[in-house]
């Protein structure tokens, strides 16, 4: 039985890692495409230290929203192995831990880009990607505290939903 766990701990961390990298991925992609005009990698390069702050941000923030559906899928894991790993409440519970995981990842990705619009909007004064691209670490902090903010209350939900369907 010990051996068993161990196994399982194994799978789960290696999904986790798995799961992080593709999350990661995804979440520097969408940035690219948010960030009007902004080459990431060249300004990194550079040494933008506000660039280097949104992409922080945006990397935590999706951390936060994956830790809550790895959690969700190490629920379904047990939950599977409970009633027989391939039994079909074990495939649907696996199945429905690895959809709720994407549905974060997605309304993360949605909400902090839907965040960044509105405060976009919201301060008319102040062009906020441009003034990432000069550098501005202080647009950059307001930025990542939208980010930042934005994850932990999605993470919520995505602990919600784990909760309903699981």
């Known amino acids: 039985m010990l051996w068993a ?8 961390l290696v999904i986790a890692i798995l799961l992080a990298v593709v999350a ?10 948010i960030t009007k005009g902004i080459d990431e ?5 550079k040494g933008n230290v506000a660039v280097g702050i949104i ?10 929203v994956v830790q809550s559906g790895v959690s969700g899928i190490s629920v379904g894991i047990s939950k599977a192995l409970s009633v027989g790993l391939l039994s079909l409440d074990g495939i649907t519970a696996i199945g429905v831990a690895f959809l709720q995981l994407i549905l974060g990842i997605v309304l993360a990705i949605g909400a902090i880009y839907l965040a960044l ?26 930025m990542a505290g ?14 919600g939903i784990t909760t309903a369907l699981l």
């Open 5 to 12: 766990n161990a196994v399982i701990g194994i799978i789960q």
């Open 55 to 64: 992409v922080a941000s945006v990397f935590f923030a999706i951390a936060l």
């Open 117 to 142: 619009s509105i405060l976009d909007r919201l301060t008319k004064g102040v062009e906020e990607f441009e003034e990432i691209k000069k550098g501005n670490v202080a647009v950059a902090l307001e």
């Open 24 to 33: 990661l991925y995804i979440g520097f992609s969408v940035l690219s495409r």
């Open 146 to 159: 939208v980010i930042i903010a934005t994850a932990v209350i999605i993470q919520s939900g995505v602990i």
């Open 41 to 45: 990698e060249k300004e990194l390069a």
